[in-house]
């Protein structure tokens, strides 16, 4: 099993959608998680961190983390055909920076 | 927001030669560097992670001897892959953290590297 598991989509969705992105994870021992969005061919963004249990908004953005259940979401509301691309999520545990990654849902927005 | 540049974007070259790849923090310093491999459709897997002034850690099934890392300043890390052959090409990226604290635990992702052996 994937410490962090991702269903790779594609997801499309039209314009103007709220788009619900999701990640399980194994290991209980993991404190902060990330939300990165990438582009074809380019680096990772950080979109969202969030530590530990509870949720981040920062603008037409959500994270949810729910370590009970050991589920992680990435909420995008009004969605525009520039947030096509693939998001990843990521999670470490505390007093490291060795990220475990999902393997990425692509999602299009279309217009 | 921290910046993290990396060389050359992108690279073909000739199985059985090498190739560097460089990553470089602009406007912090960098005490921990994090090299990454990415196939296509795939996950970034953690190849190692380079520390300045000491030998990198290698992840499990990562060969030290094929994918050199060296951390020799605060700003730049080089990966170099030697003798590469057509298996090794794949979407090459590397992350960086200083010591300053950005917005919590949290590393910056450079533009990332294709490297293509033909």
């Not at chain 1, 949810?64 to 999520?89: E, G, N, W």
């Not at chain 2, 990396?6 to 690279?11: E, T």
Request: hydrophobic share 30%; aromatic share 12%.
């Amino acid at each position: 099993q994937k410490e962090v598991e991702q269903d790779p989509g594609p997801l499309s969705v039209p314009e103007g959608a709220i788009v619900s992105l999701n990640c399980t994870y194994s290991n209980s021992a993991f404190q902060y998680f990330m939300w990165y969005r990438q582009y074809s061919r380019k680096g990772p963004e950080l979109l969202m961190y969030t530590y530990s249990s509870g949720n981040k908004e920062d603008g037409r953005f959500t994270a949810q983390v729910d370590k009970s259940s050991k589920y992680i979401s990435l909420f995008i509301r009004d969605s525009q055909p520039s947030d096509s691309a693939t998001y990843l999520c990521a999670a470490t545990t505390s007093g490291t920076y060795k990220y475990i990654f999902g393997t990425g849902t692509r999602l299009k927005v279309l217009a | 927001g921290a910046v993290v540049s990396q060389h050359p974007s992108r690279v073909i070259c000739k199985s059985g030669t090498s190739v560097k790849i460089e990553c470089r923090s602009l406007d912090f310093q960098a005490t921990t560097m994090f090299w990454y491999r990415q196939f296509p459709k795939q996950s970034l897997m953690l190849m190692a992670t380079s520390n300045e002034g000491s030998k990198a850690t290698y992840e499990q099934g990562v060969e030290k001897d094929k994918f050199l890392i060296n951390h020799a300043s605060l700003t730049l890390s080089t990966l170099t892959v030697t003798s590469a052959h057509p298996e090794d090409s794949s979407f090459y990226i590397c992350s960086a953290r200083g010591n300053r604290v950005f917005s919590g635990n949290t590393i910056y992702f450079g533009e990332g590297s294709w490297l293509t052996v033909v």
